[in-house]
C-alpha cells in the first residue's frame, strides 16, 4: 500500500490531468465548429479562431513528440567477491628438557637462543599465513631458574624465538600447563601478549577462558575470522589452581567426553569465526596407532559439525592423518591424530626411536563468500638432532646427503617412519608454504 506521504504528492498531478482534458476538449469544439463553417482560404499552417473567439490553443500548443532522452551508459557490474585462501601451519609438541635449555644457553653464551635449533625449519613456519605451535611447557616468572622434566618451565627468551621464527600464537592447553601452578601460567600469558602472539587452553580470568582467541585473515576486501580452541586431557594430576577452574581448559578423555571441546567451538562460532581449528592434547603416549578413545573423541568432534580442522598433540610420536566423515559443510574434516615432536630431547635414549621425529601440518584453507570452507592437508616430517645441540631439519631436506650427526640412511630411515604413521590419505610437502592472503592480525583474546 502506498504511504501518505507518496498519495500527497500525487494530488496536484491529477488536478493538472482533469485540466488539461477540459483544455484539450475545449479545442476539439473549436475546431469542430470551424470546420462546419465555409473559410476563406488561408496560407498553410494558419489555425486561426473563428470570428468574435479568443483562442484557446494554437497548434504549437498541442502535445507533440518530445525525442527521447538518450540511454544512459550501463552501470558496470560490481566484481563478484572472491573466495579468501590461505596457508595454516601447525607442529608438534615443544618440550624444554634439560638438554634442550643447555643447548639454547651454548648458542646464546649468557642468554637462551633457541632461534640457532630451529633456523633450518623456520622457513617452513615463517612461509605460512597462519603458524600455530603447540607449547606444552609454561613460561617461568622473572627471576626463577628454568628447568626440564619432570616439572618444566622455559625462559622468557623462549617466547621472543617463536615470534621471531614466525609463530603467530601457540596452542597452550597441555599435561604440563600448571607445573609453575598459577605464576606459571600467568607468565606465559603475559609474555605472549608483549610478543604479540595469540594464546588458547590456557587464561587469567574467567572471561579470558569464555573468550575465543581469532586470527583474521585478510584479502581485499573480505576478512574471515580464524578460531583456535585448546583443551587437555589433564595436569598430571595436579590441581588447578586454588578458586581458578577456568585457568586450564581439560576435558574427560578417558571417558571420551567431548563436550567441552564442542561448547568452546559452538562459543567460537557465536563469536563470529568462519573456521575453527581445535588442538587436542591427548591420549596415550609413544603409541602411534589411535586408541579408542582417542578416535572416539576425533570422531565426535567431526560429526558435530562445529570444527574445520583437528589438531592432536601429546602422544609424542607422529600419528595417522585422516579425513574423517562429518565437518561443517558435511564434506568431511581433516584429523592429525598427532604431531609427535617438535623440539625435545627425546629419542632412542629414552623413549621409542619414533620420538625423535614429528610433523609439520600445512593446510590450504578456501573460504567462500557464502561461506563454506574447504580445507586440504599436506605434511612435511622433521626431526631434532639430539647429538648435534639440538639442531633441527627438514628430513626431506636431508635424506640424500644427511647433516651434523645424521647420516643419509639415518634420515632416510627417520623419514619413513614419518610417512609410515602418517598414511596415505594426505600428501607429502617438501616445499615451504607460501602466504596466499594479504594479511593476518592476531586479535587480543576476548576483543
Keep these: 500500500m502506498p504511504s501518505h506521504a507518496a498519495a500527497d504528492h500525487r494530488r496536484p498531478r491529477l488536478l493538472a490531468s482533469l485540466a488539461a482534458a477540459a483544455v484539450v476538449g475545449i479545442a476539439i ?9 465555409p473559410a476563406p482560404a488561408e496560407p498553410s499552417g494558419s489555425a486561426l479562431a473563428p470570428t468574435g473567439t479568443t483562442p484557446t490553443t494554437t497548434a504549437s500548443a498541442l502535445p507533440t513528440a518530445q525525442p527521447s532522452a538518450a540511454p544512459s551508459p550501463a552501470s558496470p557490474s560490481p566484481e563478484p567477491e572472491q573466495d579468501v585462501v590461505f596457508t595454516l601451519v601447525a607442529a608438534g609438541d615443544i618440550l624444554t628438557h634439560s638438554p634442550v635449555l643447555n643447548s639454547a644457553l651454548r648458542a646464546g653464551g649468557d642468554t637462551y637462543d633457541f632461534g640457532a635449533l630451529t633456523e633450518l625449519v623456520r622457513p617452513y613456519i615463517d612461509g605460512a599465513d597462519i603458524a600455530l605451535c603447540h607449547l606444552e611447557v609454561p613460561i617461568v616468572p622473572e627471576g626463577a631458574a628454568p628447568s626440564g622434566y619432570p616439572m618444566f618451565g622455559a625462559p622468557g627468551e623462549l617466547v621472543t624465538a617463536l615470534a621471531a621464527d614466525g609463530w603467530d600464537g601457540c596452542s597452550l592447553a597441555s599435561n604440563h600447563s600448571v607445573d609453575r601452578r598459577w605464576d606459571g601460567v600467568r607468565t606465559t600469558l603475559d609474555d605472549f601478549d608483549e610478543a604479540g602472539l595469540g594464546h ?14 581469532m586470527y583474521t585473515v ?7 575470522d580464524v578460531a583456535s580452541i585448546s583443551f587437555t586431557y589433564g595436569l598430571n594430576g595436579l590441581p588447578k589452581p586454588d578458586g581458578m577452574p577456568w585457568a586450564v581448559d581439560t576435558f574427560d578423555a578417558d571417558a571420551a567426553n567431548v563436550q567441552p571441546i564442542l561448547e568452546a567451538a559452538q562459543r567460537a562460532r557465536d563469536d563470529g569465526a568462519d573456521v575453527v581449528v581445535a588442538s587436542v592434547h591427548c591420549c596415550v603416549e609413544y603409541r602411534i596407532a589411535p586408541t579408542d578413545a582417542q578416535r572416539s573423541i576425533v570422531e565426535q568432534i567431526a560429526a558435530s559439525g562445529l570444527v574445520d580442522l583437528y589438531l592432536g598433540h601429546h602422544a609424542h610420536v607422529p600419528q595417522p592423518i585422516e579425513r574423517l566423515e562429518g565437518g561443517p559443510q558435511g564434506e568431511g574434516m581433516w584429523a592429525a591424530f598427532g604431531h609427535g615432536n617438535f623440539l625435545s630431547n627425546q629419542d632412542t ?14 593446510s590450504t584453507i578456501t573460504v567462500t563468500p557464502e561461506g563454506d570452507v574447504d580445507v586440504s592437508v599436506e605434511w612435511t616430517a622433521t626431526t631434532v638432532d639430539r647429538r648435534d645441540s639440538h639442531t633441527m631439519h627438514v628430513l626431506s631436506d636431508i635424506t640424500a646427503s644427511g647433516a651434523g650427526n645424521l647420516t643419509a640412511s639415518e634420515a632416510a630411515a627417520r623419514h619413513q617412519r614419518v610417512a609410515d604413521a602418517v598414511g596415505e590419505q594426505a600428501s607429502e610437502r617438501t616445499t615451504v608454504p607460501v602466504k596466499l592472503a594479504d594479511s593476518v592480525t592476531v586479535q587480543p583474546r576476548g576483543e
Excluded: F, H, I, P
Excluded at 29 to 37: C, E, Q, R, V
Excluded at 218 to 224: A, I, P, S
Design 200 to 213: 588458547s587452553g590456557t587464561a587469567r580470568s574467567q572471561d579470558e577462558q569464555l573468550s575465543t582467541q
Design 349 to 362: 635414549q629414552c623413549c621409542v626411536a619414533d620420538t625423535n621425529s614429528g610433523y609439520l601440518t600445512t
Design 218 to 224: 585478510t584479502e581485499g576486501d573480505r576478512q574471515v
Design 29 to 37: 469544439g473549436a475546431a469542430g465548429w470551424a470546420l462546419s463553417k
